[in-house]
């Protein structure tokens, strides 16, 4: 079945650094959506990228969609105590029933250090 | 405006139990979303449910079922609990479509299988 890969699975960096995570799907996907997830809490919406090439950015955090629709990134540049915690990319899967669902990575957990 | 409600927020429960967890959406939001997330897994689809029908269902075992009211708050159950059941139960809500919307998450129902 449809697969959505994150690497890497874990990041330490000192805080100043900057930090990528790379999405990567078997298959060709309508859109991706990213979404953040602090330690103890729950996933938070970030951003859907929708067009081929798409860039979008927040503050520090530029998201990218590949040409091919089949993967993606995130980059946080010079990296904060206020980033910590696992990224997540997710893409929509059809499902056999008609709808389609949404397939998550499984996160790249960042660590800044001070 | 409210955001995602689960309820109970922590849960322990003996081995072969039954347990009920509750979720009310975003006023508006009628789709709902269950994934199990744990530290070796990430986050795993449980069932979508749109206005009171399951739209989708992932790879668990019929012991995991689940329902939505007309209100659209949402309930699942797990019956015959099995250690491996210990999880992060998390309900997300979202205005339509969720690979189009995006998700809300709510804080999400610890749960533990002694």
């Known amino acids: 079945g449809q697969q959505v890969m994150q690497i890497p699975q874990y990041q330490h960096v000192q805080e100043g650094e900057d930090f990528t995570t790379y999405c990567n799907s078997s298959?060709?996907?309508?859109?991706i959506q990213w979404y953040k997830q602090r330690p103890g809490g729950h996933p938070v919406f970030l951003i859907q990228?929708?067009?081929?090439?798409e860039v979008k950015k927040q503050k520090r955090l530029t998201f990218q969609f590949g040409e091919a629709k089949k993967n993606s990134s995130l980059h946080i540049t010079a990296t904060q105590t206020t980033d910590v915690g696992t990224y997540f990319c997710?893409?929509?899967?059809?499902?056999?029933?008609?709808?389609?669902?949404?397939?998550f990575g499984a996160g790249t957990r960042l660590a800044v250090h001070p | 405006k409210a955001g995602v409600t689960q309820t109970p927020r922590y849960l322990i429960k003996t081995r072969g139990q039954q347990v009920t967890l509750s979720c009310s959406p975003i006023?508006?939001?009628?789709?709902v979303s269950w994934y199990q997330q744990t530290p070796g897994q990430g986050l795993q689809f449980l069932f979508e449910?749109?206005?009171?029908?399951?739209?989708n269902k992932g790879n668990f075992p019929g012991r995991f079922s689940g329902r939505q009211f007309s209100n659209s708050r949402s309930e699942m159950n797990v019956s015959t609990l099995e250690l491996g059941d210990s999880a992060l139960y998390l309900c997300?809500?979202?205005?339509?479509?969720?690979?189009?919307?995006?998700?809300?998450f709510g804080s999400g129902t610890r749960l533990t299988v002694v």
């Open positions: 449910y749109f206005s009171e029908t399951q739209r």
């Open positions: 298959t060709t996907l309508s859109n």
């Open positions: 990228l929708v067009k081929s090439g």
């Open positions: 997710a893409g929509p899967t059809l499902f056999s029933g008609g709808y389609n669902k949404l397939i």
């Open positions: 006023s508006g939001h009628r789709s």
């Open positions: 997300a809500s979202s205005l339509g479509t969720p690979s189009n919307y995006g998700y809300t």
